[in-house]
């Protein structure tokens, strides 16, 4: 599509809304009227795709009326108005209506767009039980398949066999289902699904009783995740006759299992769900998990759709984006979620280093404590499993390691959380060893001169490696490794005898932006944290991420990580779209623009610092992001192919060829940057 970056069409969404209006009983043509109006304010906000209430232009409920030929007749005759009506409108607009058809009357949502009648899905499980009467008045459609409906002096596909493709937005593929069909075991979506539909829709009478509203979300959300799918539903409400039940208007919209938007239930007037659905993300969702297709193969005989094609013609304008975005990929905003995602995390690098060091013989754990926040982790995490173990934490030998860039205050951050934890700790001076090396490869810095090169950094991470796998030997112990999933995502490790290498890297599944989450969430509901170890903890978040291997400059100010590679924040969200979705450059920056463009807009994960709320252009979007891409894709594969054993946490993805992510190692970037250059090329460099 031919669109500015600033569309969401451009970037794979598709805005859809669920829609419940005021019905008059048994009056078509004022039913009309109100689909007219809500359709006007749909096609106002971009809508794509608009669905309303099942039998919406008769109402659900009135019972008899629906077999009497003047109603059925102004039925008609409304549904030939919308499709005139539509011309100037852009939503396809789905609505509920009762219709005839051969002998009998159908339950049907009816599909039209631009001027046509492009088709008709009749309803194929109809409800006789209960309160619910409908084979009284409909036939189910589930054998109307390949069939052809006229209705008034309109003809148009007619089954619940229709898929509707657009032909200018990829991956928008509609079908329509009525109420009762996705209460069933294997609901007509389900098929649809397979072949090929990525937006569901439900129009729904569905009365409500205590507690069915959280069953109908119940089966929605179900319904998207089961069918990697959005599932856009829109129930009766207003208007609807309560001879003998009520009505609530209750609408959603999920998409993969996730509540995208919904509106209050019992509305005095019209309402209206609308989020923009990732078509990107379900197409992605489907091409990784190869058993969905599998499943299509199993059922295909069973399935057979006819696809009726459309032209959207999207608007080319910037139109926003109607969907919550997080800031932090891996850390939720909501604070139960948050708090749940925290313990999981935690405890399942605790239940894998307990499983790793009962195999080989309980050794001591060896770990080297800088003060930052993933050796930090890392003891938490070493303190918890000795716990679970029934061992003294004073088996635990944690080492502080000065070398010559070293500050007071990381040092004594370390020493003084190994003594709070109750580690064994000692200090290593690693100066006189790097210097030796130095020496010995006639380095400038070894003559006096201040080179701070690479080698004058790796020698230091080096010696400090060198040092703990060597004290494991001595004391019986096991290396811990503290290098995370957004170190190893960048390949900023110093590779082999350095911190890329331990005997297990507990931290290898989790990234920087969550990991201080997890400290947060140990000072709040850890058991055994008193007031000295939580002070020591606040210290460490508190201190700039810094790798520490060069000495302060002239203003004092010591080297910084995020100076020199960019901001974990915007490198954990590119990773995040990377690892999981595998979205093009350009979306992500699309979406991180949008995400970390106010401050002030949106939510912040819990317990965030209000005075470390920053925002981010699209410029420093994308300068960052080139970083990312050429360093993912062209540089750190080799250190990632030879990494540790250490757990999968995040459901976005490890980086260890094992368990998850697989790439060669002489891979490079030229595709990705390419891409995204070709989106803004007035900021990509060359």
């Not at 309303?52 to 030929?69: K, N, R, S």
């Not at 459309?310 to 080319?316: T, V």
């Not at 690693?430 to 004058?456: C, K, M, N, W």
């Not at 978040?541 to 100010?557: C, R, Y």
Request: charged letters at 25%; hydrophobic letters at 40%.
């Amino acid at each position: 599509m031919n669109l500015p970056f600033e569309s969401a069409y451009r970037h794979g969404f598709a805005r859809v809304a669920a829609c419940t209006i005021p019905v008059a009983i048994a009056d078509p043509a004022a039913n009309a009227d109100a689909v007219l109006a809500a359709a006007r304010e749909c096609d106002a906000e971009a809508v794509a795709v608009a669905v309303f209430p099942e039998l919406c232009l008769t109402g659900y409920a009135i019972e008899d009326l629906v077999m009497q030929d003047a109603v059925l007749d102004a039925t008609a005759t409304a549904i030939e108005r919308l499709v005139e009506a539509s011309v100037d409108l852009f939503p396809v607009l789905v609505v509920g209506a009762p219709l005839r058809h051969r002998n009998r009357l159908y339950n049907c949502a009816v599909v039209i767009h631009r001027g046509e009648l492009l088709g008709v899905a009749p309803k194929s499980y109809l409800p006789t039980y209960r309160e619910f009467y409908e084979r009284r008045w409909y036939a189910p459609g589930d054998d109307r398949g390949d069939h052809d409906i006229r209705v008034g002096e309109l003809e148009a596909p007619f089954g619940p066999d229709l898929i509707f493709e657009a032909l200018d937005v990829p991956g928008l593929i509609v079908h329509a289902e009525v109420c009762e069909d996705v209460w069933v075991p294997i609901p007509p979506s389900s098929r649809a699904a397979l072949a090929g539909a990525s937006v569901l829709l439900n129009l729904s009478g569905s009365p409500i009783t205590i507690a069915r509203a959280e069953d109908r979300k119940d089966l929605c959300q179900s319904q998207s995740l089961r069918c990697l799918a959005a599932y856009a539903y829109a129930a009766a409400g207003t208007g609807e006759s309560t001879n003998d039940v009520s009505w609530d208007g209750q609408t959603m919209i999920y998409e993969g299992g996730n509540l995208l938007a919904e509106t209050e239930r019992f509305p005095d007037g019209p309402r209206r769900s609308v989020a923009d659905v990732d078509l990107d993300r379900l197409r992605q969702d489907r091409l990784r998990q190869g058993t969905f297709d599998d499943n299509r193969r199993t059922h295909e005989a069973d399935a057979t759709f006819r696809t009726v094609h459309f032209q959207l013609d999207p608007p080319a304008t910037d139109i926003g984006l109607r969907r919550s975005l997080d800031r932090f990929p891996f850390v939720p905003d909501d604070p139960e979620r948050l708090a749940l995602d925290c313990y999981e995390a935690f405890n399942i690098q605790v239940s894998g280093l307990v499983q790793r060091m009962r195999a080989i013989g309980d050794p001591k754990p060896v770990i080297g404590l800088s003060g930052g926040l993933d050796s930090t982790h890392a003891l938490l995490v070493v303190a918890r499993a000795m716990d679970r173990m029934g061992r003294p934490r004073s088996d635990i030998l944690a080492y502080t390691m000065p070398g010559f860039a070293t500050s007071d205050h990381t040092k004594s951050n370390a020493i003084a959380l190994a003594e709070s934890v109750g580690a064994s700790i000692e200090t290593i001076d690693i100066r006189p060893a790097a210097t030796e090396i130095l020496e010995g490869i006639r380095h400038p810095f070894a003559e006096g001169e201040p080179v701070h090169d690479v080698t004058f950094e790796n020698v230091q991470a080096g010696v400090r490696t060198d040092f703990l796998f060597r004290l494991a030997n001595h004391h019986g112990g096991m290396v811990i490794g503290t290098s995370d999933l957004s170190e190893l995502a960048l390949g900023w490790a110093t590779y082999g005898v350095g911190d890329h290498m331990s005997h297990y890297a507990v931290n290898a599944g989790v990234p920087k932006t969550l990991i201080q989450h997890v400290i947060r969430w140990v000072i709040a509901h850890g058991e055994g944290v008193d007031d000295a170890e939580a002070a020591v903890l606040q210290s460490v978040l508190d201190t700039e991420i810094s790798p520490e291997l060069v000495p302060a400059g002239q203003d004092g100010k010591m080297q910084s990580t995020e100076d020199r590679i960019g901001p974990y924040a915007l490198h954990d969200f590119a990773l995040y779209h990377v690892l999981r979705f595998g979205f093009r450059p350009s979306k992500i920056a699309y979406l991180a623009a949008h995400a970390w463009a106010d401050p002030d807009a949106g939510a912040w994960p819990p317990g965030f610092p209000d005075e470390d709320r920053y925002a981010y252009d699209l410029p420093t979007v994308v300068k960052w992001l080139q970083v990312f891409l050429q360093r993912y894709f062209a540089f750190a594969q080799f250190k990632r192919s030879a990494i540790p054993n250490g757990p999968k946490v995040s459901p976005a993805g490890s980086l260890s060829p094992r368990g998850d992510w697989r790439a060669p190692s002489d891979g490079n970037a030229r595709a990705w940057i390419d891409e995204l250059k070709a989106a803004l090329p007035e900021l990509v460099e060359d």
